[in-house]
């Protein structure tokens, strides 16, 4: 079995699915927080908090088992398969609070993981929108051709007019300007 890195390409896998997943963790947090409330607010009646414990608990972990499982059959071994575990035994051992809110933490970290790439992809398309698609490549003469950037190969020169943006790394050779350097890696 090999263990790899978590895609986060956009629309990579079931993770992406983030209403679903947020509908799984409130549905699931509100019975585990309710068989709390319940234990307080009416503490001669435990198998109503039970079971509302029960249901939640297995509501939050479902996701993470599937994926878990769905994982381990692809032969890849990402956290879900920790966090399944601890989840089970604790359902095994009856703590249904606490498999509840150890999934409840899990999926809500999911969910901002996944949030947070898709702002990360998002910048970086943004970045790469940036990146001029053409440059002005000087020729021996002095002239200027237009040529798609990916065709610039080191030792090209280029002329850079005011408000360009830089297609390709590389050092100022005649004149001065000022640059923005957001997409110069």
Same mark, same amino acid.
């Given at each position: 079995?090999?263990?790899?890195?978590?895609?986060? =390409? #956009?629309? +990579? +896998? /079931?993770?992406? /699915?983030?209403?679903?997943?947020?509908?799984?963790? &409130?549905?699931?947090?509100?019975?585990?927080?309710?068989?709390? =409330?319940?234990?307080?607010?009416?503490?001669?009646?435990?198998?109503?908090?039970?079971?509302?414990?029960? #249901?939640?608990? !297995? !509501?939050?972990?479902?996701? #993470?088992?599937?994926?878990?499982?769905? /994982? *381990?059959?692809?032969?890849? $071994?990402?956290?879900?398969?920790?966090?399944?575990?601890?989840?089970?035994?604790?359902?095994?051992?009856?703590? &249904?609070?606490? =498999?509840?809110?150890?999934? &409840? &933490?899990?999926?809500?970290?999911?969910?901002?993981?996944?949030?947070?790439?898709?702002?990360?992809?998002?910048?970086?398309?943004? $970045?790469?929108?940036?990146?001029?698609?053409?440059?002005?490549?000087?020729?021996?003469?002095?002239?200027?051709?237009?040529?798609?950037?990916?065709? *610039?190969?080191?030792?090209?020169?280029?002329?850079?007019?005011?408000?360009?943006?830089?297609?390709? /790394?590389?050092?100022? #050779? $005649?004149?001065?300007?000022? *640059?923005?350097?957001?997409?110069?890696?």
């Amino acid at each position: 079995m090999k263990a790899e890195s978590h895609s986060h =390409a #956009i629309g +990579c +896998c /079931d993770h992406a /699915d983030r209403s679903g997943r947020l509908s799984w963790l &409130f549905t699931g947090s509100a019975f585990v927080i309710a068989a709390y =409330a319940g234990d307080l607010l009416y503490p001669d009646n435990p198998m109503a908090a039970e079971i509302s414990a029960v #249901i939640g608990a !297995l !509501l939050l972990a479902a996701p #993470i088992v599937w994926s878990a499982v769905r /994982d *381990l059959f692809r032969g890849e $071994l990402h956290m879900d398969a920790p966090v399944a575990i601890a989840v089970l035994s604790a359902l095994a051992l009856g703590d &249904f609070r606490t =498999a509840g809110i150890v999934a &409840f &933490f899990m999926l809500l970290a999911l969910v901002i993981e996944t949030q947070t790439a898709k702002g990360a992809h998002g910048a970086i398309e943004a $970045l790469i929108r940036l990146t001029p698609a053409m440059a002005r490549r000087i020729l021996p003469a002095g002239k200027s051709e237009e040529i798609p950037a990916s065709a *610039l190969v080191v030792g090209d020169r280029i002329r850079l007019l005011p408000g360009d943006s830089v297609p390709a /790394d590389g050092e100022l #050779i $005649l004149g001065q300007t000022t *640059l923005n350097e957001a997409t110069i890696t």
